[in-house]
């Protein structure tokens, strides 16, 4: 078997993505926010075998060898489904804890309809700069935001959209944030350097952000912000579960222990586990007994909390959570992932990179391809770390042709492929985003000012010549000479 088949030709190469798109634009039309229960899941997996089938019976490639590829795609996903089962079980068990309920209660009573987005898109900022991780923030603060948003009279879309915003700010910018850490090791630049170089892009980007959900938040009249209804929620809280401050205690935490550098899944699992607790020693009219505690945080960490209490509004924020409500995801994730590997395997998704890095004629074009690059790859590998490094290294020699410091090269990696994810609704970023809000990906999509800003201001100030940091001198000759 040839492990390095001939490159296919273009034409070719975009046949399973244009069937991809035209399945998924059918999809959405006909189930609408439902597509993603299903259907896309499964027009991913026939763009997979029609790409499977091209690389077997066109390219002449070895049906084992795909299939190998394609594993081994699905393997680079299962950390990601793993912590979308565990912040499954861990939403469920904050709920059944009142620790969900506490934020909600606590969110309701302090903040104001007319700075409730930005300071949504402040506070998980915050909190993924101080732990580096995105996910963690949405499926922990992010949550609860949605919550307080619905009973301040805002529609979730809006509000996913401030914390997914502020959520990818500090993922981008957290130098501990994976990749924040994996684009200067791709690109081969200091962990530093690349966050300074950043900054160029990055904070107009999210200054412009701010100015945006602040005049929203001062502009917008389509909600209907109800004092008697807030206080409402409120006092439905208040009697369902016994809410103290100190339950505010569990996501500090967890947000400690990521901090402290503790890696996602373990930490996660803490949540969990203080979830749980708390609902034992601080919602105990939940339970007949002893076993019966232990039944029920089992049953509710597996298929979710399912609240009773007469205000719909209420019940339909916290009945949630729970491992069984993630499957919708994580089956997007694996056919998303197989979609990738086959793509990877047939050359298919090499060859549209390569036509890609064709168009760049300059320092700047070279920057916006990159970008440009980024992007297509997490709509057609749908994983971010896949669009992080398979543009890396496709344009490192590129950059060095160019005689450009790589700081650019893993600022555009970034700009491009770390922000971008969660807009996909087959990657997996924006599955998991749409799985733990409870808004689907093309609802939220287009309020995300952050993710859409970020490869704007980039490709803008590229065409422009701005902030492209040249290579200071070259190369010392006996580096030269070693690297013949």
């Keep these: 078997m040839d492990r390095h088949p001939k490159i296919p030709p273009l034409w070719l190469s975009l046949l399973p993505g244009?069937?991809?798109?035209?399945?998924?634009?059918?999809?959405?039309?006909?189930?609408?926010?439902?597509?993603?229960?299903?259907?896309?899941?499964?027009?991913?997996?026939?763009?997979?075998?029609?790409?499977?089938?091209?690389?077997?019976?066109?390219?002449?490639?070895?049906?084992?060898?795909?299939?190998?590829?394609?594993?081994?795609?699905?393997?680079?996903?299962?950390?990601?489904?793993?912590?979308?089962?565990?912040?499954?079980?861990?939403?469920?068990?904050?709920?059944?804890?009142?620790?969900?309920?506490?934020?909600?209660?606590?969110?309701?009573?302090?903040?104001?309809?007319?700075?409730?987005?930005?300071?949504?898109?402040?506070?998980?900022?915050?909190?993924?700069l101080a732990i580096g991780s995105s996910w963690s923030t949405m499926g922990t603060v992010g949550v609860a935001l949605i919550g307080i948003g619905k009973a301040l009279g805002f529609p979730d879309?809006?509000?996913?959209?401030?914390?997914?915003s502020g959520a990818y700010f500090g993922d981008k910018m957290s130098p501990l944030s994976d990749t924040t850490n994996l684009a200067p090791a791709v690109a081969g630049t200091e962990l530093f350097t690349h966050i300074r170089h950043m900054f160029y892009t990055t904070i107009p980007a999210y200054t412009l952000t701010l100015i945006a959900f602040a005049s929203i938040g001062l502009l917008y009249r389509g909600g209907e912000f109800d004092p008697e209804m807030a206080r409402g929620i409120v006092e439905t809280i208040g009697a369902q579960f016994n809410i103290q401050w100190y339950l505010l205690l569990v996501p500090a935490a967890v947000i400690?222990?990521?901090?402290?550098?503790?890696?996602?899944?373990?930490?996660?699992?803490?949540?969990?586990?203080?979830?749980?607790?708390?609902?034992?020693?601080?919602?105990?009219?939940?339970?007949?007994?002893?076993?019966?505690?232990?039944?029920?945080?089992?049953?509710?960490?597996?298929?979710?909390?399912?609240?009773?209490?007469?205000?719909?509004?209420?019940?339909?924020?916290?009945?949630?959570?729970?491992?069984?409500?993630?499957?919708?995801?994580?089956?997007l994730i694996l056919m998303a992932m197989l979609f990738g590997g086959v793509m990877e395997a047939t050359g298919?998704?090499?060859?549209?990179?390569?036509?890609?890095?064709?168009?760049?004629?300059?320092?700047?074009?070279?920057?916006?391809?990159?970008?440009?690059?980024?992007i297509l790859f997490n709509l057609t590998a749908s994983e971010q770390y896949l669009a992080i490094v398979m543009p890396g290294r496709m344009f490192r020699g590129a950059y060095e042709a160019y005689r450009l410091d790589p700081?650019?090269?893993?600022?555009?990696?970034?700009?491009?492929?770390?922000?971008?994810?969660?807009?996909?609704?087959?990657n997996t970023c924006g599955a998991f985003a749409s799985g733990v809000l409870g808004v689907s990906t093309l609802s939220y999509a287009p309020f995300c000012v952050f993710n859409w800003l970020c490869p704007i201001v980039a490709i803008s100030m590229a065409a422009m010549g701005l902030a492209i940091k040249p290579l200071a001198q070259e190369p010392p000759q006996h580096e030269a000479t070693a690297a013949q």
């Design 18 to 128: 244009a069937l991809l798109l035209a399945l998924l634009i059918v999809n959405v039309a006909l189930f609408r926010d439902s597509a993603s229960a299903g259907p896309n899941q499964l027009a991913i997996l026939l763009s997979a075998m029609f790409a499977g089938a091209l690389g077997r019976f066109v390219l002449k490639l070895n049906y084992r060898e795909l299939e190998r590829h394609a594993v081994k795609s699905i393997v680079l996903a299962m950390e990601a489904i793993l912590i979308l089962l565990i912040v499954g079980a861990l939403i469920g068990t904050w709920i059944m804890g009142g620790v969900v309920p506490a934020m909600v209660y606590y969110g309701i009573k302090l903040l104001n309809p007319t700075v409730f987005l930005l300071v949504a898109c402040l506070v998980c900022s915050v909190v993924s």
């Design 407 to 426: 700081r650019n090269l893993s600022r555009a990696l970034e700009d491009g492929g770390t922000v971008t994810s969660v807009l996909v609704p087959w």
């Design 348 to 374: 298919m998704l090499p060859r549209i990179a390569q036509a890609i890095l064709h168009l760049a004629r300059g320092a700047g074009s070279l920057i916006a391809t990159t970008i440009g690059s980024c």
């Design 157 to 164: 879309p809006l509000v996913a959209g401030a914390v997914i």
């Design 256 to 331: 400690l222990l990521v901090a402290c550098r503790v890696p996602a899944i373990p930490a996660l699992v803490t949540g969990t586990v203080l979830g749980g607790g708390a609902a034992v020693l601080l919602q105990p009219h939940q339970f007949a007994g002893g076993i019966e505690a232990y039944k029920a945080i089992l049953n509710t960490a597996y298929s979710g909390y399912a609240l009773d209490s007469g205000n719909a509004m209420v019940d339909a924020l916290l009945s949630r959570g729970g491992m069984v409500n993630m499957v919708d995801t994580i089956t």
